[in-house]
């Protein structure tokens, strides 16, 4: 974690409004903005905050410096704090600076490489109306980000500061703008000849060889190229300040032959001498760049031409506007000249006309400035890797690829997806595409942000990165990505979270891949297998169509491919992965019709129907049974009805109600319904999980679970279940209140092991959990 001030160079310049609406600007980008706190002020919306903090700082009328104060906090590739994290962040910088009462706007930005927070804190007190300035404020930011890395477990930087102030400056525009400095030029090409100069004529002669000349400014030296850019000659080297030279080669000597005209402050001429000279070109790359930094001049040259036509154009019509403005109020005067009257009327008349001269003359200017603001935004200057990154944004493989070869390009970590080879991409379309990536913005590191619903997918062209929130939409869309990037093969790199998602996702959209993972492969084949042969169960006629089909991801693309989109929506996380999955929640988002006789038509729905209408098994030596799919779940000639009040409740036999519960059944439901609870809160499709509140009556059996060799039932109340039986799709089943968590005995978890998930059972006031239907054996 990275905290610095960020000053204005000019008081002008230092404006709280633009600050903030700067910081607050989305900019067209779904990935840029983040959350927006506001803090200490008692207006409700930000226009009004604004109006607060301004009016705060125009009660002070005697500070002559900068009132606001720029905060940037920034943090390494990957990591992702919490809001709650961000906000005690915030709270412990202005805290450990002496703004803990100021008025304060942050806005966190996730648009680049490093998630970073914005800060702007009003310097002057909201009470005791005094402007507030932290001394040497960097030094108290090193020591509050080495304790803020260690108390919340951030990667840790470099907080003691190495360089000069003007390193900081030449090493912060190599980095933003991409174009190379002249320290390191110079440190680059000839600093070594400079330290090795035995005299002050050879020290010329390398500057000279090189562009150069050395000059006193002041109390010391300065290096100037022929462009008129200029470095202090102890920011190259502590061995070429004034005093450490005249040390060694004794009385400074002005060199004999010079790049100008022999002025000493003037910037030297241009010479037209042969040899190395710096240029303000691009930061050397792993990559050719000459014919885009060709282009890239040709075009601002362009630009500033056309800004400068623009400019002059909209001079001319002012001045025009100017002239016929001026022309109208001399006639005006005359005509009042003329006109009869005399005393106070003509002198009412002449100040009526002076004052719509300034008017118009005013909305004149107004329009200009206007105008001319419009034409400098247009054809703004852009810089090196400004430019790249438009030419990225525009589909330039080139430009992204000079991008990604900058010095400070990183590769992604955290949630990721890889080749599980190379990394080089195989162009193969995914069978069964999912949602549309939307390309969002590119950073100036060369790294695509991809829209998917509340997630963001970053690609930097060696990996996959889902970034923020974790939902099934951005992993499917990052499988679909890495799918026709790297091919069938892929690399799962996070957290057991992610991981699990993946493999979830990747069954049900049914995408031809293999994790290069054995474990992850293995889960995914499990769980495969067992969603096949629930579907066979549930749809008997298909799986009898699929029989002597070969496996393998080729021939799932086979038969899963003309139903990607159908079987290829949402579906919540009620299992673990590997686990089987109820066929209700296994649904699709989408209504699926199936194939012709595959579901009865409307009119013949939740009816009862002859046996030449259903779908029934021949025995070769017995007669025909139906089969269990075509038999509805709430027919009463499946099972007689339990008569529970015929039936002694006996404790401890069965379920258990709350208050009956062992402290080691409590224990283990808590600790069940708390890991539930926090994948939820993750974003996990899972419904709300609770303890068995003591109701009774017919509810729904949803699975068991063993958790410290204790049992656990799942049952869903009646009325939710109900709805996600009668609609048959995910999207009810999430629609569920609650899942309830009931502690059962060995001999209960065997009975109700037997019983499929979805079936109707009944719970007495005493816990006992009892099967309402089916046959028994």
Not at 359 to 368: F, K, S
């Amino acid at each position: 974690m990275i905290a610095k001030h960020v000053p204005m160079r000019t008081l002008a310049r230092s404006n709280f409004a633009e600050l903030v609406s700067y910081l607050t600007d989305a900019q067209d980008k779904t990935e840029r903005l983040g959350d927006i706190r506001v803090t200490n002020c008692a207006a409700a919306t930000l226009p009004a905050v604004i109006g607060e903090v301004l009016a705060t700082q125009r009660q002070n009328t005697r500070a002559a410096g900068d009132k606001t104060f720029h905060l940037l906090v920034s943090f390494r590739p990957g990591e992702a704090p919490e809001a709650a994290t961000l906000q005690a962040i915030e709270a412990r910088l202005a805290a450990g600076l002496g703004f803990a009462e100021h008025q304060r706007v942050s806005a966190v930005h996730h648009d680049t490489d490093n998630v970073h927070l914005h800060i702007a804190i009003n310097k002057i007190h909201p009470e005791r109306r005094t402007l507030h300035e932290p001394f040497q404020s960097y030094r108290t930011l090193a020591d509050l980000c080495t304790t803020l890395e260690r108390e919340y477990g951030l990667q840790t930087d470099n907080h003691v500061s190495r360089r000069s102030v003007a390193e900081g400056r030449a090493a912060d525009m190599e980095r933003h703008a991409g174009v190379e400095s002249l320290l390191g030029w110079v440190r680059r090409v000839c600093l070594e000849d400079l330290l090795g100069a035995h005299s002050w004529a050879q020290l010329h002669q390398v500057l000279s060889d090189n562009g150069l000349v050395l000059r006193p400014r002041g109390n010391g030296l300065i290096v100037e190229s022929r462009d008129g850019t200029r470095v202090k000659a102890s920011t190259l080297a502590r061995e070429l300040s004034k005093p450490a030279l005249e040390a060694r080669l004794g009385p400074f000597e002005a060199p004999t032959e010079v790049l100008a005209d022999g002025a000493s402050d003037g910037p030297p001429s241009p010479s037209p001498a042969v040899g190395p000279h710096y240029s303000k070109a691009p930061v050397r790359l792993r990559i050719d760049t000459t014919a885009l930094h060709v282009r890239y001049q040709a075009e601002q040259q362009r630009s500033s031409a056309q800004r400068s036509e623009a400019l002059a154009s909209a001079r001319r019509r002012k001045l025009r506007a100017v002239d016929d403005a001026r022309r109208a109020n001399r006639l005006w005067r005359a005509t009042i000249r003329v006109a009869d009257g005399k005393g106070i009327d003509k002198r009412l008349l002449y100040a009526q006309a002076s004052r719509a001269l300034r008017e118009r003359l005013a909305q004149i200017h107004t329009a200009y400035a206007r105008e001319r603001a419009v034409l400098y935004d247009g054809f703004r200057r852009r810089t090196w890797a400004d430019w790249l990154k438009h030419e990225a944004l525009q589909g330039n493989a080139e430009a992204l690829a000079a991008l990604r070869a900058r010095e400070a390009a990183q590769g992604l970590t955290g949630n990721t997806l890889a080749g599980a080879g190379t990394g080089a991409g195989a162009n193969v379309d995914p069978l069964g595409p999912g949602p549309d990536p939307v390309q969002d913005t590119v950073t100036k590191k060369g790294t695509i942000l991809f829209r998917a619903g509340s997630s963001a997918v970053r690609d930097d062209g060696d990996r996959l990165q889902v970034s923020r929130t974790l939902t099934r939409e951005g992993v499917k869309v990052a499988l679909g990505l890495a799918m026709a990037r790297y091919g069938g093969e892929i690399t799962v790199c996070g957290t057991p979270e992610f991981k699990a998602l993946v493999i979830r996702v990747a069954v049900d959209a049914r995408f031809p891949l293999t994790f290069a993972d054995p474990a992850l492969e293995g889960r995914r084949q499990r769980l495969f297998t067992q969603e096949t042969a629930h579907e066979s169960t549930e749809h008997p006629e298909r799986g009898r169509a699929d029989r002597g089909r070969p496996r393998g991801a080729g021939a799932r693309a086979n038969r899963y491919g003309s139903r990607s989109d159908e079987r290829s929506g949402d579906r919540p996380d009620e299992n673990r992965a590997g686990a089987g999955v109820d066929a209700h929640a296994r649904a699709a988002g989408k209504p699926h019709p199936g194939r012709a006789g595959g579901v009865p038509p409307p009119a013949s729905r939740h009816r009862l129907r002859g046996l030449s209408e259903l779908g029934v098994v021949r025995f070769a030596g017995g007669g025909e049974v139906l089969l269990p799919g075509d038999v509805p779940h709430h027919l009463e000639q499946r099972g007689a009805a339990p008569d529970h009040p015929l039936r002694r409740g006996v404790a401890g036999a069965g379920g258990l109600r709350a208050g009956r519960m062992t402290p080691a059944q409590r224990a283990a439901a808590g600790r069940y319904i708390a890991e539930r609870e926090e994948k939820r809160q993750k974003g996990i499709d899972i419904p709300k999980h609770d303890l068995y509140d003591g109701r009774a009556g017919v509810i729904f059996f949803a699975g068991l679970r063993t958790v410290d060799g204790q049992s656990l039932a799942l049952l869903r109340p009646g009325d939710a279940a109900s709805s996600v039986r009668a609609s048959g799709n995910a999207g009810a089943e999430r629609g569920a209140d609650v899942v309830l968590v009931l502690p059962v005995d060995a001999a209960t978890a065997r009975r109700l092991s037997r019983v499929p998930r979805g079936d109707a059972v009944s719970v007495s006031p005493h816990g006992t959990i009892q099967r309402t239907g089916g046959h028994s054996r």
